[in-house]
């Protein structure tokens, strides 16, 4: 595993991060089996965990605060998230007020039984969302040293572009993978105001593959339904992409790794799985180069489809 600055926080996070959302941390994932896959991230060299107070219903924290029990955290870099949170019925609520974030983030501790967060980013805001008090209250949390490096978590471009020019932000995260080149400008103005980067959905959510077509678990039933409903132009473009997974030095997945990562602006790609071998053959992609054939193709299809 190779390892990369995040910014100019003064932490190191591993080029592949692991992703703890989605169905890893839903209540119909055995636990076992999800704690499992986080003690072999650890082994795999990744120090890079990234979750968020609302991710599993509200369940994803405690999972990895119990994954994370007994464990040497001392090169572990945890990122949460605050402003959005389950409520009792496990709806989704937004609440990005100073007093929430606060509260939130004193959650966060408890339930990933840290004593700072290494990262808290707040959670899909808006530009609007953005004011005075609320940035006060994140310089605050971290002069009171529970919190190490704040951050912004979008796929909003303008957002991500007002939080790259705010001093009190530290990390950015934007939806990075071979269907969304028109991010690389935004990265390098983040890059060169010393912002640390994380990819998020390097993998285009498995649409390069068509995963929607590949049903082996309830796992991806559910991913099948969200990417179809959510994300339809994604679905359909990503088929273009199917190159990638014919080639003979590595796997599609370690290809589209290996371009996100190709960006030097790009701090870490965060992946999420829920089966050991993706975890295995995602991790093995750090340090891989793509061919410069392949790049150009990349880069071809890409004007095609936007």
Same mark, same amino acid.
């Given at each position: 595993?190779?390892?990369? &600055?995040l910014g ?5 996070? *591993?080029e592949i991060?692991?992703?703890c ?7 119909a994932f ?10 072999r991230?650890i082994?795999?060299?990744i120090?890079?965990f990234d979750t968020g107070?609302s991710?599993?219903?509200g369940?994803?924290?405690?999972r990895?605060?119990r ?5 040497d955290l ?5 990122? /949460? ?11 989704i609520r937004?609440?990005?007020s100073?007093a ?8 966060s501790?408890?339930?990933?039984g840290?004593?700072?967060l290494?990262l808290?980013?707040l959670h899909?805001?808006?530009?609007a969302?953005?004011t005075?008090?609320l940035?006060?209250?994140? *310089?605050?949390?971290k002069?009171?040293g529970l919190?190490? *490096? ?12 007002r939080a790259a020019?705010l001093?009190e932000v530290?990390v ?6 071979v269907?969304t080149?028109e991010r690389?400008?935004l990265?390098a103005e983040a890059a ?6 994380l ?9 390069t593959?068509?995963?929607v077509? *590949? ?6 039933l ?8 959510r ?8 088929a ?8 003979p030095?590595? /796997?599609?997945?370690?290809?589209a ?6 960006n ?9 799985? &829920?089966?050991?071998a993706?975890?295995?053959e995602d991790?093995?992609?750090s ?6 054939? &392949?790049?150009?193709?990349?880069r ?5 489809? /936007?």
């Amino acid at each position: 595993m190779r390892y990369r &600055t995040l910014g100019r926080t003064g932490l190191t996070v *591993s080029e592949i991060g692991f992703g703890c959302a989605s169905w890893w941390a839903r209540r119909a994932f055995d636990e076992r089996r999800a704690i499992a896959l986080a003690h072999r991230a650890i082994e795999l060299g990744i120090t890079l965990f990234d979750t968020g107070a609302s991710y599993g219903a509200g369940g994803a924290e405690p999972r990895l605060g119990r994954a994370l029990k007994g464990r040497d955290l001392s090169k572990l870099v945890i990122a /949460t998230k605050a402003g959005t949170y389950a409520d009792a019925a496990g709806r989704i609520r937004r609440d990005l007020s100073p007093a929430a974030i606060r509260a939130s983030a004193e959650r966060s501790l408890k339930a990933l039984g840290l004593e700072s967060l290494p990262l808290l980013q707040l959670h899909g805001p808006s530009i609007a969302e953005l004011t005075p008090e609320l940035l006060g209250e994140l *310089s605050d949390l971290k002069a009171r040293g529970l919190v190490r *490096s704040l951050g912004v978590n979008s796929f909003d471009p303008a957002v991500i572009a007002r939080a790259a020019s705010l001093p009190e932000v530290d990390v950015v995260m934007v939806d990075y993978n071979v269907l969304t080149p028109e991010r690389e400008p935004l990265i390098a103005e983040a890059a060169a105001a010393g912002k640390g980067v994380l990819a998020g959905m390097p993998l285009a959510m498995g649409h390069t593959g068509l995963k929607v077509a *590949s049903l082996k678990g309830p796992q991806d039933l559910w991913y099948a339904a969200r990417g179809l409903i959510r994300h339809p132009r994604q679905v359909r473009e990503g088929a273009r992409f199917r190159f990638l997974h014919r080639l003979p030095d590595m /796997t599609g997945s370690q290809a589209a790794l290996a371009y996100v990562l190709a960006n030097p602006g790009v701090s870490a790609a965060v992946i999420g799985t &829920t089966r050991l071998a993706h975890l295995q053959e995602d991790a093995a992609a750090s340090g891989l180069t793509l061919p410069a054939a &392949t790049l150009a193709r990349i880069r071809m299809t890409q004007r095609h489809v /936007t």
